[in-house]
């Protein structure tokens, strides 16, 4: 009898020790914006008595994903994971402005993100060739911009010139919350491939934005303008003293940009 409970527990303390360990995982994926919500409008001047104006609705969560993820199974089944990703964000219209007079302009943008993803792991921990999991946990940019650019022509009260404005603009600590699905095929004891569908809902509220570049006609024209007209502050409140003083950021403000997507990632994985 002794003989059996100490085999036993020989082959549990084993299995167990196999359950557990470190790994390290590379991945790159493509996500799909999500919660669509107003960026802009459409402005179209017909003529001195008529007019069209359409909402632009979209998101900034579109973009592609690179990640370098490091974790550790406490059990079979249970672990945690720290990933740190890197996203770069498509390319989105937030504003147009047409007139029957000459302008043409066009508003774009687009952003750039470090995040670090704590996240909690449980596996179905099969020894089979493929192995399911489900990932949940925070969302947190810790480095980034969201840059804009604005370009067309407009009417200068003699004809048409052209326009050239760049800026960028920078977030306040935020915190999302992201979730996945997804499944590892097992190449060997050490190497697996894995896929995964990852929902991630993030909302960056802004910090400042400043203008960075302003050409009219080819002609850089930047310093023609004060502080308060090439830089912003984004507050939660403002008074009747907040924009006094045109060599200070103007104080605005501000409304959370969303970053909300679905995903899909595939890499690979390396058990030490």
Do not use: C, W
């Amino acid at each position: 009898m002794k003989k059996l409970v100490l085999s036993i527990a020989t082959m549990l303390t084993v299995s167990g020790a196999m359950a557990q360990g470190m790994y390290a995982s590379f991945n790159l994926g493509y996500a799909g914006g999500t919660s669509s919500e107003l960026l802009g409008t459409d402005f179209n001047l017909k003529s001195a008595t008529s007019f069209e104006e359409n909402g632009i609705y979209g998101t900034h969560g579109s973009g592609i994903p690179i990640g370098l993820n490091f974790g550790y199974m406490f059990t079979q089944h249970v672990g945690f994971e720290l990933g740190f990703n890197y996203f770069m964000g498509s390319e989105v219209t937030i504003d147009v402005t047409k007139t029957f007079f000459g302008d043409d302009v066009t508003t774009t943008s687009k952003g750039y993100q470090i995040r670090v993803l704590p996240q909690l792991i449980i596996s179905t921990g099969s020894e089979d060739a493929l192995n399911f999991y489900s990932k949940f946990g925070l969302v947190m940019p810790v480095a980034g911009e969201t840059t804009f650019k604005q370009e067309g022509v407009f009417f200068n009260g003699l004809g048409t010139s052209t326009i050239l404005v760049e800026g960028n603009s920078t977030g306040s600590f935020s915190l999302g919350y992201t979730g996945a699905l997804g499944t590892t095929f097992n190449l060997s004891e050490s190497l697996s491939l894995f896929g995964e569908l990852q929902l991630i809902n993030l909302r960056i509220k802004p910090a400042t934005q400043t203008i960075t570049k302003y050409m009219i006609a080819g002609n850089d024209v930047l310093s023609t303008f004060d502080t308060d007209q090439l830089e912003t502050e984004y507050v939660s409140t403002i008074n009747q003293d907040s924009n006094v003083d045109n060599t200070t950021p103007k104080k605005v403000i501000g409304t959370s940009t969303n970053y909300n997507s679905l995903g899909l990632n595939i890499g690979v994985r390396y058990n030490f």
